[in-house]
């Protein structure tokens, strides 16, 4: 069966995209919180923190400053590191399917993170995606140097450039406001997928948004078979 895309390149948010981190994202921020005198957030409340740039998080849900917050980003970070980058990790059943589909049908992909690239590029090795990556972009250590979606947009799409590929109709995968508005900031349109964290009107924006694996391979993969058929 040939496959082909309506996109040249596909660029991939990965917490709550392609990869489900909760329990050990979880079980770190309560750690991290009691350290540093703060509540612990339940699981519920993991909606305001995956996703968005942990520097960001600590100051939005918990009044830390500026300072603190770099404080706790690196403690954070350095539970991360001892866990290991792939602990508590899994990946949403069916994406993996899709990228590997991808791969085969020639389109280039690349992730677009606001993870740092170092667990960005850790995880995507973990789960034998990196073959089909021709750029891994996340956000740098401390957060704040490359940290906004948008920027991480324009450097995945840098780097795919770099590599040949063809960035003409490019598409966003995430599950998040901040992916939708960092793609609309690059001028690359978003597929907002709903089994991450989010709240619904964060789809707000989004080209288009699904709820299963299945959906979003329709909008990313046609049968050629299939469409010479139907005209």
């Keep these: 069966m040939a496959l082909r895309s309506p996109w ?10 392609l990869v489900d981190a909760s329990d050990g994202i979880l079980r770190r921020l309560t750690n991290t919180l009691q350290h540093f005198g703060k509540p612990a957030p339940t699981r519920e409340e993991l909606v305001h923190w995956i996703g968005p740039p942990m520097f960001d998080s600590f100051q939005a849900n918990v009044g830390m400053s500026p300072e603190q917050s770099s404080e706790a ?11 290991g980058y ?14 590997t589909d991808l791969a085969a049908a020639g ?16 995880l995507m090795e973990y789960f034998d995606l990196a073959p089909h990556m021709q750029a891994m972009a996340g956000s740098t250590p401390d957060e704040k140097t490359l940290a906004a979606k948008s920027d991480i947009v324009a450097e ?13 109709r490019p598409v966003l995968i995430g599950d998040r406001h901040h ?3 960092g793609g609309i900031a690059q001028g690359v349109p978003v597929i907002f997928v709903r089994w991450g964290f989010s709240w619904p009107h964060e789809s707000d ?27």
């Design 73 to 83: 980003v690196a403690y954070y970070r350095t539970l991360g590191k001892a866990d």
């Design 107 to 122: 389109v280039a992909q690349a992730t677009a993170s606001s993870k740092p690239e170092v667990q960005v590029v850790a």
């Design 8 to 17: 040249t390149c596909v660029l991939w948010d990965v917490d709550g995209t």
């Design 156 to 168: 995945a799409l840098r780097r795919l450039r770099a590599a040949g590929a063809d960035t003409s």
């Design 179 to 181: 992916d939708v508005d």
């Design 205 to 231: 924006g989004a080209a288009a948004a699904v709820d299963t694996p299945e959906q979003l391979r329709a909008l990313l993969l046609v049968d050629d078979e299939e469409q010479s058929t139907s005209h």
């Design 86 to 99: 792939t602990t508590d990790v899994r990946l949403y059943p069916g994406v993996a399917d899709i990228v």
